[in-house]
C-alpha cells in the first residue's frame, strides 16, 4: 500500500533563512505528488505538484520541489523565507491507476522574526 | 477553478445524535468527490471518495457513511454519533483522477 511519511512535524527557522520539508513516499507504480498549504484558519491549497516531466517543479510564493524517483522523495524548499510563509505543509501522493490521495501527517512551518 | 461549500462551519452534537454534513460544488461537473478527517498531528485521512452519482468507496471501516445523490453534492452521515467522531471534516474536489484537489472551509464537529 502507499504511504507518505513527513519526517520532520516542526519546523522553525529565522526569517530569510532557506527551508527546506522532507517527504517520502512509498509506491511500487507510477505516482503523482502534491504540495499543499494549510495557513492558519484557512482551508488547504495547492503549492505545486508534480505530474511528469521536469523534476524540479516550481510553484506558488517561490516554493520548488525535487522528485527524486530513486530515493522516493518529494522535498519542498524555499531559499528564503518570510513571516508570512508560517503554515502547515502537506505532501500528497496519488499512485497512478487509482483516485485515491494519500497525505502525509504535515510539517508545521514556523518562521521566526 | 472550483469552489467548494460545506456547512456548517461548526457543530457540537451529543453522543447517539445522528449527522449529516453536506458539501456542493461550483465550477465543474462530474468531479471526484472526497471526505476527510483532519486531526492535529495525523495529516488528512481519507474517509470516503465517490467517481460519479451513487457511486462511494469507503476507505476506513467506521461509524459514518456516504451518499453523493447528486452530481456535485456529497454527504457525510452517522445514524448515532461516538466521541471518536469528533475532528475537522473537509470536503474535497478534483476534476480528475490526477488533478489538483480543491478543498472546502470545513466543519469542525465536537461530539460531547
Known amino acids: 500500500a502507499q504511504s507518505v511519511t513527513q519526517l520532520d512535524s516542526q519546523v522553525p527557522v529565522f526569517e530569510e533563512a532557506p527551508v527546506e520539508l522532507r517527504c517520502n513516499y512509498s509506491?511500487?507504480?507510477?505516482?503523482?505528488l502534491f504540495w499543499y498549504v494549510q495557513y492558519p484558519n484557512q482551508g488547504l491549497q495547492l503549492l505545486l505538484k508534480?505530474?511528469?516531466?521536469?523534476?524540479l517543479v516550481k510553484g506558488i510564493n517561490g516554493f520548488e520541489a525535487e522528485f527524486n524517483k530513486s530515493q522516493t522523495s518529494f522535498h519542498l524548499r524555499k531559499p528564503s523565507v518570510h513571516i508570512s510563509d508560517t503554515a502547515e505543509y502537506f505532501c500528497?501522493?496519488?499512485?497512478?491507476?487509482?483516485?485515491?490521495?494519500?497525505f502525509g501527517t504535515g510539517t508545521r512551518l514556523k518562521v521566526l522574526a | 477553478s472550483q469552489t467548494i461549500h460545506q456547512w456548517p462551519a461548526t457543530l457540537v452534537q451529543p453522543v447517539g445524535s445522528p449527522l449529516s454534513l453536506e458539501c456542493t460544488v461550483e465550477?465543474?461537473?462530474?468531479?471526484?468527490l472526497y471526505w476527510y478527517r483532519q486531526a492535529a498531528g495525523r495529516g488528512l485521512q481519507l474517509l470516503f471518495y465517490?467517481?460519479?452519482?451513487?457511486?462511494i468507496s469507503s476507505e476506513v471501516p467506521q461509524n459514518l457513511s456516504a451518499s453523493r445523490p447528486q452530481d456535485r453534492q456529497f454527504i457525510l452521515s452517522s445514524k448515532k454519533l461516538l466521541l471518536s467522531d469528533s475532528g475537522f471534516y473537509l470536503c474535497?474536489?478534483?476534476?480528475?483522477?490526477?488533478?489538483?484537489?480543491?478543498f472546502g472551509p470545513g466543519t469542525r464537529l465536537t461530539v460531547l
Open positions: 474535497a474536489s478534483s476534476g480528475g483522477p490526477y488533478n489538483e484537489q480543491f
Open positions: 509506491s511500487s507504480v507510477s505516482v503523482y
Open positions: 508534480y505530474l511528469s516531466g521536469s523534476t
Open positions: 500528497a501522493v496519488v499512485t497512478s491507476g487509482t483516485y485515491k490521495y494519500i
Open positions: 465550477g465543474t461537473s462530474n468531479p471526484n
Open positions: 465517490s467517481v460519479g452519482i451513487g457511486q
